[in-house]
């Protein structure tokens, strides 16, 4: 084992940008150091580690099986280091720096960026926003990714055993290129049309997708796409269906020349929610940002949305268990 009080931690930092340059010399322009210096620094990564952690591959440089390993370990420690030296006892979002972490779908990025964007512009002007894509990877490993990520919004239903805000809800619709009227769709239009869907068929994107394919209604997927707001696009101007949340229907009907037709099944109504690991419960700042992720949210215009949105409410402990389970599916 490792002795904390006589390793170069500094050597975390290289091994960083080693790891995503892949290249000595523009790893070492990344974060300010000669080639030469770099170079010490790969040796003694390589030492370190008893491995070769770049090996050529024709002109570039390919990471070995080890470095692949720990490029996204490494990437985490360094993002809780800096959140680590960015905590204060009071924190003051007018005068703050701070860069706050999100991992989230393009479909709650679309719903609550816009007033989020504009809170931060008056209140905070300083801090900087990161977004990352949720993928199946991220919510596989969902403690992982909330020890690195400030918040991550997705769907309540799918995970427990860490404290979350909700923010707001939404109904499921379909949305076609078909020119017949809006309408209620049958079952039998369900069954007999062919879809696009969102990963495929190897993962369930939803549990409303999980509902409609439990009931056999969406077999026949022949479009696949990797983000929500493809959807609408992906069906325009054929008689496909794609499932999408009615918020997002009803921004892109227009631009996309959709058609949103009503659905004669009952689905889970999607709970929108911001997760948080509990080490960052009492941090001020995360209070805060949270804080302002939830106000944001509230703001959203329900006239077209037939639930109400639910008020924001952080449930820090009534629905933490004592191990965390794991999700098995990519979230709205």
Known sequence: MVNLLTADLNLLVALDALL????????????????????????????????????RVGSSYELTPLAQVLKEDVAQILRMVE???DAQAVFDPALSSRSFRIVTSDYCLTAISGKLMAMLQEEAPGVQVHFDAVTPQAVERIKETLQSADLMLIPKGHFSGFPHTELFTDNWVCVTGATSPERTLTVEEMRDARWARLFGAEVDSTLADRRVY??????????????????????????R????????????????????MQLPISLPTLVECAWWHPSKTADPGHQWFRRLVARAAAQ?????????????????????????????????
Do not use: Y
Not at 242 to 253: K, N, T
Not at 302 to 328: G, L, Y
């Open 20 to 55: 995503v340059e892949r290249n000595v010399t523009r790893a070492g322009a990344r974060i300010g150091i000669s080639q030469p210096a770099m170079s010490s620094s790969l040796q003694r990564l390589r030492r370190q580690f008893d491995d070769e952690l770049l090996t």
């Open 83 to 85: 959140r680590t030296f």
């Open 214 to 239: 439990d009931l056999q209604l969406g077999e026949k997927t022949d479009i696949i796409v990797d983000s929500f707001l493809m959807l609408p696009f992906a069906v325009a101007g054929t008689a």
């Open 241 to 260: 269906l794609a499932l999408v949340q009615e918020r997002l229907a009803r921004m892109l009907s227009s631009v996309a020349g959709v058609r949103i």
């Open 300 to 332: 959203l215009d329900t006239e077209t949305i037939d639930s109400p949105v639910t008020p924001p409410s952080e449930k820090p402990e009534a629905e933490r268990s004592s191990e965390p389970q794991t999700a098995q599916h990519v979230l709205a």
